[in-house]
């Protein structure tokens, strides 16, 4: 089993607990204007690595990341555009006891059989998801984005309803995803999941702009500089407002 893979990071940080073997898989449905990996949009195309390429590199790292509390997390692009492939991945990593993670937006979810079915069975081989919430307001959303929430926003309780542990991660970017009401109004929607075990504020910044100059994009965002920690914790305060950490988690 193949996957289109962009590239991997041996020693990820900042993607889950502990240190990370990061996957970035390549494409992605969404075309978010503060994207830092737009390189990774591209349907079809990267590097062709199979599961067992992936756990021979991974297992040479497995003495860091197992004494670190960490393991895999596969990002992208979105990597629930490859199902099946993640599904023989972890399989084989919970073969060796490696803890699981998934960086999504959910932007590829939907309620076809197919989907469900795939999604159901990968589940039970991830132990966390990483969940892009890039903003409630839908007409906002699609500006931002190129793509309406609807599906995200089920996608969210959907993971709520089967009690798959989450992180809630929301960039916050300063005129286009700050705006108080719009944070509330998250907040709400953050709270009444049941499976929310940390929310992160990532602050925007301008470090991938040089990939959409090599691509020959427009970046949108030229304009707009990084939040100050102020609005961080303002924007932190919004979102955990409603947030109950589930018990045993």
């Known amino acids: 089993m193949d996957g289109n893979i962009h590239s991997i990071e041996t020693f990820g940080t900042v993607d889950g607990p502990g240190i990370r073997y990061v996957v970035f898989t390549q494409g992605c449905l969404l075309r978010c204007q503060f994207c830092h990996n737009a390189d990774t949009w591209e349907i079809g195309t990267g590097k062709q690595m199979s599961v067992a390429e992936i756990i021979e590199d991974?297992?040479?790292?497995?003495?860091?990341i197992e004494a670190s509390g960490g393991g895999i997390t596969v990002t992208g692009g979105e990597p629930l555009l490859q199902?099946?492939?993640?599904?023989?991945l972890f399989k084989e990593c919970k073969k060796l006891g490696i803890h699981t993670t998934i960086d999504s937006s959910g932007?590829?979810?939907s309620h076809s059989k197919l989907f469900i079915q795939q999604i159901e069975e990968l589940l039970h081989y991830t132990d966390l998801i990483l969940l892009d919430l890039k903003h409630i307001n839908r007409k906002k959303h699609i500006q931002l984005t190129g793509m309406a929430n609807d599906h995200i926003l089920e996608f969210a309780k959907f993971l709520s309803d089967r009690n798959l542990p989450i992180?809630?991660?929301h960039v916050l970017v300063p005129t286009v995803t700050d705006d108080p009401d719009d944070l509330k109004q998250l907040g709400e929607f953050i709270g009444s999941l049941h499976n929310v075990d940390k929310i992160e504020i990532l602050p925007y910044h301008k470090l991938g702009v040089y990939k959409w100059e090599t691509l020959g994009y427009d970046y949108p965002l030229n304009h707009v500089e990084p939040p100050t920690e102020e609005q961080v914790k303002f924007a932190?305060?919004?979102?955990?407002?409603?947030?109950?950490?589930?018990?045993?988690?």
Do not use: D, N, Q
């Open 58 to 64: 991974l297992s040479s790292y497995l003495p860091f």
């Open 83 to 88: 199902i099946p492939f993640l599904i023989e």
């Open 236 to 249: 932190e305060h919004l979102l955990t407002a409603h947030w109950v950490k589930p018990v045993g988690h």
């Open 167 to 169: 992180w809630v991660r």
């Open 107 to 109: 932007g590829c979810f």
